[in-house]
């Protein structure tokens, strides 16, 4: 257990006496610089580890390895959830209105040391609003969803965090308190430790022996000649001025014997394609991940 320094634990104190006065802090983060050994592996191990450690956990995944920048979030401590056109300006004043009551404690970091809402939107509005959590493969998700994550693990360049946060009551005991924070920084650090297991190919250790693919079968949602026919039909409105733009898209769906390895995908993704971001939101026993090159915006500290 980690001990509490005299000016951290007259912190504590602080917190809890302003908890009881109005506008006061409604929530407590402790946070915590971690070495720098296994900084390169942290984010990739705490995501597997969490499946052992933290089953059935509500978790968020974010990484861009050529950055060396890497999120993972655990549990859902509070919830801001959005849908309809201003969904995003709902989104930014509730977020401001929970931070507001946010007391972090522990090592200094820059604002993206956390703690930070973690979770994303839906590229159409109406999700989770006029027609529900109905689209094929979005089911529970909704239209916009951020959470404050019980525990936080952060990664910049060289430097790495760990953050765990509890809801905050007028009179907590401080002792128990310092306690709870703690373990939560030891279930991040003893996920990181946890080994693998039922590791598949794309994710064996170097020098382990190569596994056997799983067999997958695959089925679309419409015939090859339906793609083709809508590929021409694109290429036409674009050759008429019609259409400057447009992505024509199908989905398949893959079935795998004994269920997929998203964690093992989740590597591979990564090593294949490094300057990109993996992602991952797990919630209510579904797992939306994937691989993108796009960033349309990037803000750190205050702006409009």
């Not at 969803?145 to 005991?173: E, K, Q």
């Not at 694109?234 to 893959?254: H, N, P």
């Amino acid at each position: 257990m980690m001990t509490c320094p005299a000016a951290l634990e007259a912190a504590f104190e602080s917190a809890v006496r302003d908890a009881a006065r109005p506008g006061g802090p409604r929530w407590l983060a402790l946070r915590v610089e971690t070495s720098a050994q296994a900084d390169a592996d942290a984010a990739p191990a705490i995501h597997r580890g969490i499946d052992r450690e933290l089953p059935g956990a509500e978790r968020f995944y974010w990484e861009c390895p050529a950055e060396a920048r890497a999120v993972v979030g655990v549990g859902a401590l509070e919830a801001v959830e959005v849908a309809g056109e201003g969904r995003f300006e709902e989104a930014a004043r509730e977020a401001r209105e929970l931070f507001s009551g946010v007391r972090v404690l522990g090592s200094e970091g820059p604002a993206l040391a956390g703690p930070l809402l973690v979770g994303g939107f839906a590229f159409d509005s109406r999700l989770g609003a006029a027609i529900g959590d109905e689209a094929p493969g979005w089911e529970g998700f909704g239209s916009g969803r951020l959470v404050l994550p019980r525990l936080l693990f952060v990664r910049a360049g060289p430097r790495s965090w760990c953050t765990a946060i509890r809801r905050l009551s007028a009179g907590a005991d401080v002792r128990r308190e310092w306690q709870a924070l703690c373990a939560g920084i030891s279930e991040l650090k003893a996920a990181m430790r946890a080994p693998r297991a039922g590791a598949r190919a794309g994710d064996s250790q170097p020098g382990s022996a190569t596994l056997a693919a799983p067999a997958y079968r695959a089925s679309a949602d419409a015939s090859h000649a339906h793609y083709r026919g809508r590929v021409r039909a694109a290429l036409q409105a674009i050759a008429t001025g019609d259409l400057e733009k447009v992505v024509v898209a199908r989905s398949i769906r893959l079935h795998c014997e004994g269920g997929f390895d998203c964690r093992s995908l989740l590597a591979t993704l990564g090593r294949a394609y490094p300057s990109c971001v993996t992602f991952a939101i797990a919630r209510r026993g579904a797992e939306w991940l994937g691989a993108t090159p796009e960033r349309l915006a990037a803000l750190e500290g205050e702006g409009e």
